[in-house]
C-alpha cells in the first residue's frame, strides 16, 4: 500500500519508522511518504493560511497549496482515497480501519487552524474518493495526531504487518467486542492470582470463559456496542 502525507508539521510523523510499520517499510508493504504543505507554496514566507471570508476568529488553510499538493500525489491513473481528519467527519472505526486497509492508495491531508478552505475538498473530489474522518467527538489542534492514529490503525491490518494474524482477529472491536482479560507468568503476583481455568490446559473451557469475559467487559464499559 502507498501512504502520502501533507502535513505543516511533517517531523510528527517520525514515530511512524519505528516499531511495525517502520518494518513493514524497510519490507516495503508499505510505501509511506510525508510530504510538508510548504513545499507547494511560492512566497517568501511560504505561507498556507488567511483570514477567514466573513469574518471570525483564527485562520483557515488556503486552497492553493493544497490543490498543487493533490495535483502532485494523485496518480494520472487510479482514483487514491483522500482523506482528510476533520471532527466533523465520520467517526473512525476499526471497520473504517478494515475498509481502508484493502485501499492501495491513501492520501492524508492534515488541518491546522479553523481547517481547510470547503473548496479543496470539492476538487480533491475530482481525484479521488474523499472521506472526512473523524478520532471522536472532541477537538485536537490538528491532523497529524488523528493521520498517526489512523495510519497505524490501518497499517497493522496490512498482510504482512503484524507477524500472527490470529493476534489481529482476537483483538477488542474486531467481532463487536471489547477483548478478555489477559495474563502472563507469573501465576501468583504480589498475592493475585491468574484465573484457574487459564492454567487448565481445557481449551473448550478457556475459550467459552474468554467469552464470558468479553460479554461481560462490554456490557460494563461499552455497552453501546451491545445495542447495535
Ligand atoms: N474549526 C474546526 C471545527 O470546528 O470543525 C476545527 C479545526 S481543528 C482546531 C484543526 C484541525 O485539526 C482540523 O482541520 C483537523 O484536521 C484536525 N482535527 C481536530 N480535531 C479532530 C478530530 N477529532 N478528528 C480528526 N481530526 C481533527
Given at each position: 500500500?502507498r ?39 511560492h ?12 469574518g ?5 488553510m488556503?486552497p492553493?497549496p ?7 500525489l ?35 491531508g ?5 481547517g ?19 478520532l ?66 481445557n ?18 464499559r ?7
Open positions: 500500500m501512504i502520502d502525507v501533507v502535513s505543516i508539521f511533517p517531523s510528527y510523523f517520525d514515530g511512524l519508522t519505528l516499531s511495525l510499520l517502520g518494518k513493514a517499510q524497510d519490507s516495503g508493504i508499505l510505501d509511506l511518504n510525508v510530504h510538508d504543505l510548504r513545499e507547494w507554496t512566497d517568501r514566507h511560504r505561507t498556507v493560511d488567511d483570514t477567514p471570508y466573513g471570525g476568529a483564527g485562520m483557515v488556503k492553493e493544497w490543490g498543487e499538493a493533490l495535483d502532485a494523485a496518480p494520472d491513473t487510479g482514483r487514491p482515497t483522500i482523506i482528510f481528519p476533520s471532527p466533523a467527519g465520520e467517526v473512525f472505526t476499526q471497520a473504517t480501519a478494515r475498509e481502508l486497509a484493502t485501499r492501495e492508495h491513501l492520501i492524508f492534515c488541518g491546522r487552524y479553523e481547510i478552505d470547503e473548496r479543496v475538498f470539492e476538487y480533491a473530489a475530482e481525484l479521488g474518493e474523499v472521506r472526512l474522518i473523524s471522536g467527538d472532541y477537538v485536537l489542534n490538528g491532523g497529524e495526531v488523528a493521520v498517526m492514529a489512523m495510519v497505524e490503525a490501518i497499517g497493522r491490518l496490512i498482510p504482512g504487518v503484524v507477524g500472527n494474524p490470529e493476534s489481529l482477529v482476537e483483538e477488542s472491536h474486531e467481532d463487536g467486542l471489547l477483548e478478555y482479560a489477559s495474563y502472563t507468568k507469573p501465576s501468583v503476583w504480589r498475592d493475585r492470582e491468574v484465573p484457574p481455568i487459564l492454567l487448565s490446559g481449551h473448550g473451557a478457556i475459550a467459552a470463559w474468554r467469552r464470558e469475559q468479553q460479554v461481560e467487559r462490554t456490557r460494563a461499552r455497552p453501546d456496542l451491545l445495542d447495535d
